[in-house]
């Protein structure tokens, strides 16, 4: 079975440019969450979608946005972007819309903001 | 609101000693607790999760955590350490929101020879 497909793996960008990331989730999970991590704030949640409703949306300005179709795969945007937003984008997968419920992580995309 | 804390961002040990990695949780709800290690350049990989079926959880290449109520406490340890157990490792907990975790900031696991 598959695992969590996120691509690119690699991305450099100019500030005031815009990116779409994309996340391929494991074949029959209906829950796709993203999270942003760097060396100094970790990792943060940014949203979750499950039958392409958002469910959950952590505290991030509303330059990050994402949707999900209806096939599960899911895509995060990033407008204007700021240097601050060079990070590691990880997608996660979930098979059940049950609490407590493991997620499965894709490698994630590196981007880099210059 | 649910909170992580891991104790020691960096834990160095020699090879065949015990692991012990420390997380420590604050929920207003019985949490849901996950440990997942992460290795350079790659995403989160799940050694182990606490879901209120056994205290004592065991893992994936021989770890294991121990949930205690009392002392807010899901340490993660291993009998013996092995030289590709060098990675981060962080503690993580979901409460009533879907979909959602809260990580702690990762401890970084060295390993010597």
């Given amino acids: 079975k598959a695992g969590v497909t996120q691509t690119p793996r690699y991305l450099i960008k100019t500030r005031g440019q815009q990116v779409t990331l994309s996340c391929s989730p494991i074949s029959g999970h209906r829950s796709v969450s993203w999270y942003q991590q ?14 392409e409703t958002q469910r959950n949306k952590g505290n991030f300005p509303g330059r990050f946005s994402g949707r999900q179709f209806s ?5 995060m945007n990033v407008s204007t972007l700021e240097l601050g937003d060079s990070a590691l984008y990880l997608c996660a997968s979930s098979s059940r819309d049950s609490l407590g419920t493991e997620a499965f992580f894709g490698q994630g995309t590196r981007l880099t903001v210059v | 609101a649910q909170s992580v804390t891991q104790l020691g961002s960096h834990v160095s040990v020699s090879e065949g000693a015990l692991v012990l990695l420390r997380c420590n949780y604050s929920s207003s709800v019985p949490p849901y607790l996950f440990w997942y290690v992460q290795y350079p350049n790659q995403g989160l990989q ?5 879901t ?6 065991k893992g ?40 959602k975790l ?6 970084i696991l060295t390993v010597h020879p």
């Fill in chain 1, 38 to 51: 760097t060396p100094g704030q970790g990792l943060q949640f940014l949203f979750e979608y499950f039958s």
């Fill in chain 2, 60 to 99: 994936i290449n021989g770890f294991e955590a121990e949930f205690k109520k009392s002392e807010t406490s899901f340490h993660l340890t291993k009998p013996s350490a092995h030289m590709r157990d060098a990675a981060e490792y962080f503690c993580a907990s979901s409460g009533t929101s879907y979909g």
């Fill in chain 2, 52 to 57: 209120s079926a056994a205290t004592l959880v």
């Fill in chain 1, 71 to 75: 096939n599960s795969r899911s895509e």
């Fill in chain 2, 46 to 50: 799940l050694l182990l999760k606490y």
């Fill in chain 2, 102 to 107: 809260t990580f702690g900031q990762g401890t």
